[in-house]
């Protein structure tokens, strides 16, 4: 199918890539020229794994193009997946604004009918709201549009395994052409993970999941607008109880790890978002709680329990800040390291990132700072030019009065901690994510804060230096 493609974030540029991946053809628009020109030149402006290779053969294999010609674009395909910008209004609502200019512009511009996919995600009613700004803007009375929902379920640094291996495909549509043409724009897609016997990945990504079988779901356009706004919030007060836990378990000696992991075996419970820590960021998870409470609201429902879900992860920095401060008595002056930046690991995305308010509230009471970052460390130093950037990990650590991480990237479980020892001044670690075993680190002679873990008592000083930093291996099985 001939298929456009409007707004090169990550979803569009993800959504585009794969869709040429499994054999459409794909026109990519957006209205930031020195995006487009850059991605014609191949050069993919945000890390994710595999993107740049598959945009990459699949640009020299001619199904996927890139345009800053949006009305071309819009007449080139037959469906056209609107991917811009939904971005939080002040009041929290979500800014439609770009998914109106891009209505007006496909009424204007289509010169034949149309499949118009949401794939942004919005509010309920949206698609509603969309039909009725294609038609009142049409230009050609002969041109039909048929609107439909197909929200996007895409982790960032996952996100490609994420579209070709889907736990589940939606489809909100009211008519059966749509639904029809959607079901053949999936097809290679849910074919795919249909044969579980004899599974082949259709692009051979290293390390590709096992084999399993996406469930299509065929809804209305509401419910599927609703069912993006209902799961990311789900995440997100799973989220933050299971940081309420960790907060109780401080309190009576528990071990939130230990809790989490005996709850998760449940299967109705399972074990994955009970993560405790900093809390949730990143440009979905804060902003889509933020506009579900809002469209409970407008719809006259008391959802609460989605707002202190979202008190709970903005006290997280509270917490934290409070435990670093209650560690080292004065902040002024002090030199702290801080592994990780992004919002979480495997992105260069810093956006609502819990880092960036760390950071903001150090430099606020007069710390000297040293990051370092795998990958979104330009992104943070257009913020904050007084923090050092580090190219080691290792170098956070010189002369520092207190490491923290504040990003689960799983490599630095694997740094030399004797070593990090060694550098610093005062060996003290305020692990935000969880990271590291306590044990290991007090073994290591570290003072060591985290979430919801008992606290570890330094081993006392006169223990030969051998003892004290044995080896990195111990702090590796953390
Ligand atoms: C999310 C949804 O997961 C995805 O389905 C959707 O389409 C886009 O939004 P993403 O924003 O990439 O994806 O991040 P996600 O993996 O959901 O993590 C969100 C935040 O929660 C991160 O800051 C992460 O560090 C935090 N988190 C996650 C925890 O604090 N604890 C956990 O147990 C899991």
Known sequence: MRITVIGCGYVGLVTGTCLAEVGHQVVCTDNDRERISSLKAGVVPIYEPHL?????????????????????????????????????????????????????????????SKLVIEKSTVPAQTGQQLKRALSVYRRHP??????????????EGTAVEDFLHPDRVVLGVEDEKSEKELREIYHPILEATAEKTNFRCPVHLSGCPPAKSAQLVVTTINSAELIKHASNSFLALKISYANMIADLCEKVGADVQEVVHAMGLDPRIGRQFLNAGLGFGG????????????????????????????????????????????????????????????????????????????????????????????????????????????????????????????????????????????????????????????????????????????????????????????????????
């Open 142 to 155: 002969a041109v039909e549009f048929r609107v439909a929902s197909n929200p996007e379920f895409l982790r």
């Open 283 to 478: 440009f979905c998870l804060p902003k889509d709680v933020q506009a579900f409470v809002r469209l409970a609201e407008h719809s006259g429902v008391n959802f609460n329990m989605l707002r202190e879900a979202e008190h709970v992860n903005k006290r997280r920095i509270d917490l934290f800040t409070e435990k670093i401060r209650q560690a080292l008595w004065v902040i002024k002056d002090k030199q702290i390291g801080i592994l990780g930046l992004a919002f979480k690991a495997n992105t260069d995305d810093i956006r609502f990132a819990p880092s960036l308010e760390v950071i903001r509230r150090l430099l606020a009471e007069g710390a000297h700072l040293r990051a370092y970052d795998q990958e979104a460390m330009d992104k943070t130093a257009a913020i904050f030019p007084q923090v050092r950037f580090c190219r080691e990990p290792y170098d956070v650590a010189r002369d520092a009065d207190a490491l923290l991480i504040l990003t689960e990237w799983p490599e630095f479980r694997q740094l030399d901690w004797s070593l990090i020892y060694d550098k610093m001044s005062r060996p003290l670690i305020l692990d935000g994510r969880n990271l590291l075993n306590p044990q290991a680190m007090t073994q290591l002679g570290f003072e060591y804060h985290c979430f919801g873990r008992p606290q570890e008592k330094p081993l006392p000083q006169f223990l030969p230096a051998p003892v004290l930093r044995a080896s990195s291996a111990i702090a590796q099985q953390a």
């Open 52 to 112: 740049d290779a598959l945009l990459a053969s699949n640009m020299r294999e001619n199904r996927l193009s890139f345009t800053d010609d949006a009305a071309e674009a819009v007449r080139s395909g037959d469906a056209i997946f609107i991917c811009v910008g939904t971005p939080p209004k002040e009041n929290g609502e979500a800014d439609l604004s770009a998914i109106d200019n891009v209505a007006r512009l496909i009424a204007t511009e289509a010169h034949s």
